[in-house]
């Protein structure tokens, strides 16, 4: 199967599960909301963000790893493959162990850092046992599910996304049937994700099996790798890096807000982050398999293509997230008034969501930047992640105290802004394409004046008053299919005639297309 063949299955697959796990997700999160309450949900999402900052002690590997396969998966040496997985997995064995060690010292000082979800009433043990649940989870990921990364190297994310989604799906229904239908608390609920964990790995470890037959890793073979590619070990210590900042980035927001405000503020605050994160995930999930189809176009060395695939990524992420963006700012509060009891008390009001729509767009359009990156094995500007991190820190904090929630959001958006806009596109310029930005800049601009026009232009047609009002399902029904509708058509319309990486998207997509019906 070819590169382009995989990634439109990867596609696929990713799309469908997206739809299915979205409508599931905001129901159950609402049944979770009513029987468990928004101190517990808030909880949980406070939890997972230490958790998350606990997963440093991977340190990259997993990323270190896949660009050293993609080299083997192209020539398909099994020996040289088998390999690295072994080697893979004897450092997440180490890495399992760290993670064990950090996260059994941090319960220790759970009382201190969770004082004010205590003082709001949530009990010492149920914090207990769903930090202890997570982190139970978490070390699966290390210890079990390590040969995942083979799959997505290898461009077959579409088995791990399977698996993952259909585990996910059974997992939420059953939490929300024992829940309204039984006395089921929050440690029955504790319990489904912990066995759906175990379930998830035994049944990725039959499909790998399947696909792999002669894949007969170990830890001794890992083990013996170790001095044969210390190459991986000078590529982790820079993602090392880059993955503090994307933990600050991303999780430091709920915890600022669970520390200074409440676990109520952080439940309302992720009702926003969840759609956010699921809108992203939904457009990574269906492009995730790039990653190494452009590491594999990388290997090829054929600097015309890797610079035709660059522009065609780049004008598409510009067109999805502009649509994307446009939409989530005119539905989003809407959607959480008819979602959520009470969801009119939870609303963020426009500013901050604008805000939101603001960082929304940049981890949309960074992708772009981010796959030649890690396709090139770009992690050198270590300065740049740590003052990323750093600045996000500082920011989040000192804003938070000043002036709550948006002060948040605007810091988060600030330090993410600086990087992803201006350091990364120059970086991948200078030392991956070796050559002048001026055209990525000039690109830049060029395409932020047509989705800003086009924004403008959108919201006159909208305020005519023409489309139902959103205060009912059926009206917010209305409007979610026309506004994504109206946008997409519009500036896909305007960049298409204004830009070459347009245009040759969309005749690779009319192609794939075309192969497809013919079959």
């Given at each position: 199967m070819s590169r382009l063949a995989y990634s439109f299955k990867n596609a696929r697959v990713s799309v469908a599960f997206y739809l299915l796990v979205l409508a599931l997700n905001f129901f159950s999160r609402r049944i979770f909301l009513e029987e468990l309450g928004t101190q517990f949900v808030g909880l949980t999402s406070s939890v997972m963000s230490y958790i998350g900052f606990l997963n440093l002690a991977d340190l990259g590997i997993a990323t270190a790893v896949a660009q050293v396969l993609y080299a083997p998966l192209y020539r398909r040496?099994?020996?040289q493959i088998t390999e690295l997985v072994s080697l893979l997995g004897w450092l997440f064995r180490l890495v399992g162990l760290a993670i064990?060690?950090?996260g059994l010292t941090f319960a220790a000082?759970?009382?201190w850092v969770f004082a004010r979800a205590v003082a709001e009433g949530i009990p010492l043990g149920t914090i207990y046992a769903a930090y202890l649940t997570f982190l139970a989870t978490t070390l699966m990921s290390y210890l079990l599910n390590y040969k995942q990364n083979l799959l997505m190297a290898d461009q077959r994310g579409y088995v791990v996304t399977r698996i993952f989604n259909l585990s996910l799906l059974a997992k939420?229904?059953?939490?929300m049937a024992l829940l309204r239908w039984t006395s089921a608390g929050y440690l029955t609920w504790l319990t489904v994700e912990l066995l759906f964990g175990l379930v998830f790995a035994v049944w990725l470890e039959l499909a790998l099996r399947r696909i792999y037959p002669?894949?007969?890793?170990s830890l001794r073979q890992g083990r013996a790798a170790v001095?044969?590619?210390?190459?991986v070990f000078a590529t982790t210590r820079r993602i090392f890096s880059h993955r503090i900042a994307s933990l600050v980035l991303y999780q430091s927001d709920v915890i600022v807000l669970g520390q200074l405000?409440?676990?109520s503020m952080v439940s309302y605050y992720t009702n926003y982050s969840m759609m956010i994160g699921r809108l992203t995930s939904f457009i990574g999930g269906a492009l995730n398999n790039s990653y190494a189809g452009v590491g594999n176009l990388v290997v090829e060395g054929d600097r015309s293509k890797i610079k035709l695939v660059f522009w065609q990524f780049n004008a598409m992420y510009f067109w999805i997230g502009g649509t994307l963006s446009f939409s989530f700012y005119e539905l989003v509060n809407p959607f959480i008034s008819l979602w959520l009891p009470a969801g009119r008390y939870a609303l963020f009001s426009s500013p901050v969501v604008l805000m939101l729509v603001a960082t929304l767009f940049i981890g949309l359009i960074r992708q772009t930047a981010q796959y030649f990156l890690n396709a090139y094995g770009l992690y050198h500007d270590v300065w740049a992640a740590w003052t990323e991190a750093a600045l996000n820190l500082v920011l989040s904090f000192w804003a938070c105290w000043r002036y709550g929630v948006s002060g948040v959001v605007a810091g988060t958006l600030l330090s993410t802004g600086l990087f992803v806009l201006f350091w990364k596109p120059y970086f991948l310029y200078r030392r991956g394409f070796r050559e002048s930005s001026r055209e990525y800049w000039l690109t830049l601009l060029k395409y932020l004046s047509i989705l800003v026009f086009v924004w403008l232009v959108s919201k006159t047609i909208l305020v005519q008053g023409w489309l139902p009002s959103a205060d009912t399902w059926g009206g917010w029904l209305t409007r979610a299919v026309i506004i994504?509708?109206?946008?997409?058509?519009?500036?896909?319309?305007?960049?298409y005639f204004s830009s070459r990486g347009m245009r040759n998207f969309v005749r690779l997509i009319t192609g794939l297309l075309r192969a497809k019906l013919r079959r």
């Open positions: 040496d099994r020996t064990t060690l950090l000082f759970i009382p939420v229904l059953l939490q002669w894949l007969r890793s001095r044969k590619y210390r190459s405000i409440s676990q994504p509708l109206l946008y997409g058509v519009l500036s896909g319309v305007a960049l």
